[in-house]
């Protein structure tokens, strides 16, 4: 079966970072791209970022550019998001999603969502 | 940024009654790099249609998806109980990749 097990979350202070980490499991990771996306609370959906299969290629919201980076260790079947000067308005249920088609491409709709982790930025 | 606006916010129909959902982009969305999520009360979304027209695994033939350049559309035939939830389309063709912000589809 496949699935998306995302950790991480917590309360964190205004300005502090926080990692989070997806652990995927029941397909081959590394010839899938993968993404971030969050929701606020009582809010839609909100895209963060995506990233290739292998690695080598990155794309991210303008909302998050220069504090979020995404990244994946396929040895371990991880995808990773670094959240770094965190701010209220990043508050929100965190979803990674894995994309439907192989490829270099990240340009696949995103067939298989985490059931998320909530990062809560307050002081 | 393509911008993506979803008509009605909120759409009041019974079971069994027909729902059209429709999505506009702000400038064509290349190959039909359209897709439409279904997402219940505390849910993760679901993948519904991708390539404005294609059922993902698993989706009952209820949900259809037709469209092409900058107007796209989501049709559920038949509303079942658990298909009252919110629907969103997100177009995945340019970076940044965005969402609509929703069709609320709720029982009358």
Partial sequence: EVQLLESGGGLIQPGGSLRLSCAASGFTFSTY???????????GLEWVSSITGSGDSTYSADSVKGRFTISRDNSKNTLFLQMNSLRADDT???????????????RYAFDIWGQGTMVTVSS | EIVLTQSPGTLSLSPGERATLSCRASQSIS????????????????????????????IPDSFSGSGSG???????????????AVYYCQ?????????GPGTKVDIK
């Fill in chain 1, 33 to 43: 791209a993968m993404s971030w996306v969050r929701q606020a609370p009582g809010k």
């Fill in chain 2, 31 to 58: 190959s039909s790099y359209l897709a439409w999520y279904q997402q219940r009360p505390g849910q993760a979304p679901r993948l519904l249609i991708f390539g404005a027209s294609n059922r993902a695994t698993g």
């Fill in chain 2, 70 to 84: 900058t107007d796209f559309t989501l049709t559920i035939s038949r509303l079942q109980p658990e298909d009252f």
């Fill in chain 2, 91 to 99: 177009q995945y063709g340019n970076s940044p990749f965005t969402f």
């Fill in chain 1, 92 to 106: 929100s249920v965190y979803y990674c999603a894995k994309v439907w088609g192989t490829g270099p491409s990240v």
